[in-house]
């Protein structure tokens, strides 16, 4: 070889590799993240059918800029880079996707390995929001207790002025007591899945315990618990947490009703799925908070909720109970004509078996077994 003919050799830039490195590909193929391997030219080699929804990949380039300078760096020094990036979902997308990416160096390739952490951000926002809630819910009744406690310290020569501010302090009390209550409840519900341990359920029995627990209060307001519907229908699931949700369900209705009139509590069967009801005659809920009645602490009039001691929270609990029950719940409502919710869970195989007179008459009025109060 001629010398001339040896410098051609020595500038000619080194052959691209088309492929993979031996066994590459199978462990790429295997793994569940999104995956880019780029060339020396930055141009894909091979990607991952992920790696296209998630945006990283545009014909045979990368699409994201900072990945594709981050690639060169790796290239040159042969140094692994991780970095968070947050890209839009789809073409005009504004929810983002949030993707740990880590470059490290593949042969005379770069590979790009993106994990989906868009979840976990989820999660955790949820949980900085849900703790903020919590401080700042727990903060107003403590407080009130404080205030209270210093105005019958300085109103000890008067008894009248003592028994109102203790009157209060009771109030007070019992509310950051129930708060407490349904904070552990909610937490037991996001840790326990019912059907794990399932039992058969009789849906009558969730009916009568609910409308024990909530008599009391419709006595004192007047207003008339009906149950009706059909009777013994089963679901699996945990008997204490379906209580509980119909038990909200109930107790919302009631604190959200003018005085004498009438909470009905259904329950129907529908195509394999079990509809119990809850309808009231109260101030019903405007539609603009209608997506959001079942959040944390939010709620739709917060002063009415003061006077009654609401935490905020039943709903929620109402809706992880439906869910992890594998059901849902759904509200209808209309302002000045009251609100039905209705939570609906599979019924248990073979956990229904009507009467031929059931069959003929449909739904049955079942007041009587479960007891009408007025």
Do not use: C
């Not at 009771?170 to 909610?186: F, K, P, Y």
């Amino acid at each position: 070889m001629s010398d001339q003919n040896a410098t051609q050799a020595v500038a000619q830039p080194p052959v691209r590799p088309e492929v993979l490195p031996p066994g590459a590909e199978a462990v790429l193929t295997a793994l569940r993240s999104a995956w880019v391997v780029l060339d020396q030219g930055d141009k894909v080699v091979r990607s991952s059918l992920s790696a296209l929804p998630y945006g990283l990949v545009r014909g045979n380039r990368l699409r994201v800029e900072t990945l594709v300078v981050l690639a060169r760096q790796v290239r040159r020094d042969g140094q692994v880079r991780e970095i968070e990036i947050e890209l839009p979902r789809g073409h005009r997308g504004t929810d983002l996707i949030s993707l740990d990416v880590r470059l490290s160096p593949l042969d005379d390739l770069v590979l790009v390995l993106a994990e989906d952490h868009t979840a976990l951000r989820r999660l955790d926002a949820v949980r900085r929001d849900f703790v903020a809630n919590v401080s700042h819910e727990l903060k107003t009744p403590v407080g009130a207790l404080a205030l209270l406690a210093e105005a019958v310290q300085g109103s000890a020569d008067d008894p009248d002025a003592v028994r109102r501010f203790s009157g209060r302090m009771q109030h007070e009390s019992a509310r950051l007591t129930m708060m407490v209550q349904d904070l552990i409840a909610l937490s037991r519900l996001q840790s326990h899945d019912p059907l794990r341990e399932a039992r058969i359920v009789n849906v009558d029995d969730v009916v009568a315990e609910a409308v024990d627990a909530t008599h009391l209060e419709a006595e004192a307001r007047e207003i008339r618990l009906e149950a009706r519907g059909h009777h013994g229908v089963s679901v699996l699931g945990d008997e204490e947490q379906l209580s509980t949700a119909l038990r909200n369900l109930i107790a919302n209705a009631i604190n959200y009703s003018p005085d004498h009139t009438r909470v009905t509590i259904g329950v129907n069967v529908v195509d394999e799925m079990v509809e119990l009801s809850v309808a009231d005659q109260g101030i019903g809920i405007p539609e603009r908070d209608l997506e959001r009645i079942f959040e944390r602490f939010y709620r739709v009039d917060p002063a009415r909720s003061r006077v009654t001691g609401g935490t905020g929270l039943g709903l929620s609990i109402v809706k992880h109970v439906s869910a992890n029950h594998g059901g849902e719940v759904r509200v209808w409502s209309s302002e000045g004509a009251g609100s039905t919710f209705t939570l609906r869970l599979p019924t248990h195989p073979d956990g229904w078996q009507r009467s031929s007179d059931e069959k003929s008459a449909g739904v049955e009025d079942s007041s009587q077994q479960h007891g009408v109060i007025q």
